[in-house]
């Protein structure tokens, strides 16, 4: 199964976004997208906080948000 972090990356790179527009769109700070796609979560806020980056983040990427949800907590 793929991981989240390299699900939003090649999304977004198929896509031909950068971080800093993905940032502009979500108003999520540039280094928390880059923590997701890192999968660096310790550097993540509370988990209740995350969850919301992640859906918003699969949303702005035309991703399924709950899949995306799915993949976080396993």
Do not use: C
Request: proline fraction near 1%.
């Amino acid at each position: 199964m793929e991981t989240l972090g390299g699900w939003f990356q090649q999304a977004r790179e198929r896509q031909d976004f950068s971080l800093e527009q993905i940032a502009s769109k979500t108003r999520i700070q540039q280094r928390h997208l880059q923590a997701l796609e890192e999968e660096n979560f310790a550097s993540l806020p509370a988990k209740v906080f995350t969850k919301g980056f992640v859906r918003s983040y699969a949303r702005a990427l035309g991703l399924d948000e709950d899949e995306a949800l799915q993949l976080f907590l396993t």
